[in-house]
């Protein structure tokens, strides 16, 4: 059973940075392509990043590129986002989720495992 647990998540000021960090167990990260989505209020969950089997390939949403840099340790089986110059419009419950499929996807139904969400609320 794979399990993805995400965790960095917390109250933050607009301008400042986090890195949110997301473990897989059961298997090895290096077994899936690995993308973080979020949630906000009210809203759909969205592509935020998504990162290849290796770490040679990245995909970001527009509204986070420059700002946000996904990468990975497969040592480790750890998956992280760090994310600079946060905005109020960053606030969210953020996902990772984990793909076994072949080829890197940003679309949400592609993705195999989900974890339970890390809360990141970004003050104006």
């Known amino acids: 059973q794979v399990q993805l647990i995400e965790s960095g998540g917390r109250l933050v000021q607009t301008g400042e940075s986090l890195r949110l960090s997301c473990t897989v167990s059961g298997r090895t990260a290096s077994t899936y392509h690995m993308g973080w989505f979020r949630q906000a209020p009210e809203k759909e969950r969205e592509f935020v990043a998504t990162?290849?089997?290796?770490?040679?390939?990245?995909y970001y949403v527009d509204s986070v590129k420059g700002r946000f840099t996904i990468s990975r340790d497969n040592a480790k089986n750890t998956v992280y986002l760090q994310m600079n110059s946060l905005k109020p419009e960053d606030t969210a419950v953020y996902y990772c989720?984990?793909?076994?499929?072949?080829?890197?996807?940003?679309?949400?139904?592609?993705?195999?495992?989900w974890g339970q969400g890390t809360q990141v609320t970004v003050s104006s």
């Open positions: 989720a984990a793909d076994i499929s072949f080829t890197v996807s940003k679309k949400l139904d592609d993705f195999d495992y």
């Open positions: 990162i290849s089997r290796n770490g040679r390939i990245t």
